[in-house]
T-cell receptor
Framework: GEQVEQLPSILRVQEGSSASINCSYE??????FPWYKQEPGENPKLIID?????ERKQIQELIVLLDKKAKRFSLHITDTQPGDSAMYFC???????????FGKGTSLTVIP | GGIITQTPKFLIGQEGQKLTLKCQQN?????MYWYRQDSGKGLRLIYY???????QKGDLSEGYDASREKKSSFSLTVTSAQKNEMAVFLC????????????FGHGTKLSVL
């Protein structure tokens, strides 16, 4: 199946700075790339997504970029706040099988 | 809005025991998934089902069985629990081809003694 690599696995940033998480995928047929945030003891929740017909999407402080040629996509959190501290997972969807393949996750800590 | 309910929330089993995890959704979604979450390994797909009575294996299906008894429910069976195994099993659902958003349950935490 699809392989999704996610880096870094651990990220610590100062409050107010930006945080970036990078993912890469192997299957050029993948066409949908969601990002999930999971707070301790909670279920993962969708925070932003991007489809293969777009290169950039922004929702408030969240920006996702997609480079289809390089098969990479990234999440950028601008002006981080302590409430952004959580696990973040990227994923890629295989349209043929309706599967989602997840990265191994990034533990983000925003230091006040 | 809908909800995904997983039962039980915590499951303690013995080595070699057969254990069943249940998942119910009231979104009326077509597709349901079982993922296993291990620390440092992310979410790995065990089984998924695109409609009632359908079953598709994920990358981690060995050692598990699943059953989609009806559209709203999807159960997962650990066929033989492994000693010292500890993981969280997450159930999820999505509408299908037209709407890819995944909704997750809160998980079942498994510990094997």
């Amino acid at each position: 199946g699809e392989q999704v690599e996610q880096l870094p696995s651990i990220l610590r940033v100062q409050e107010g700075s930006s945080a970036s998480i990078n993912c890469s995928y192997e299957d050029s047929a993948s066409n949908y790339f969601p990002w999930y945030k999971q707070e301790p003891g909670e279920n993962p929740k969708l925070i932003i997504d991007i489809r293969s017909n777009m290169e950039r999407k922004q929702i408030q402080e969240l920006i996702v970029l997609l480079d289809k040629k390089a098969k990479r996509f990234s999440l950028h959190i601008t002006d981080t706040q302590p409430g952004d501290s959580a696990m973040y997972f990227c994923a890629a969807r295989d349209p043929g099988y309706q599967n989602f393949y997840f990265g191994k996750g990034t533990s983000l800590t925003v230091i006040p | 809005g809908g909800i995904i309910t997983q039962t039980p929330k915590f499951l303690i089993g013995q080595e070699g025991q057969k254990l069943t995890l249940k998942c119910q959704q009231n979104f009326n979604h077509d597709t349901m998934y079982w993922y296993r979450q291990d620390s440092g390994k992310g979410l790995r797909l065990i089984y998924y089902s695109i409609t009632e009575n359908d079953l598709q294996k994920g990358d981690l299906s060995e050692g598990y069985d699943a059953s989609r008894e009806k559209k709203s429910s999807f159960s997962l069976t650990v066929t033989s629990a492994q000693k010292n195994e500890m993981a969280v099993f997450l159930c999820a659902s999505s509408q299908g081809v037209s709407n890819e958003r995944l909704f997750f349950g809160h998980g079942t935490k498994l510990s094997v003694l």
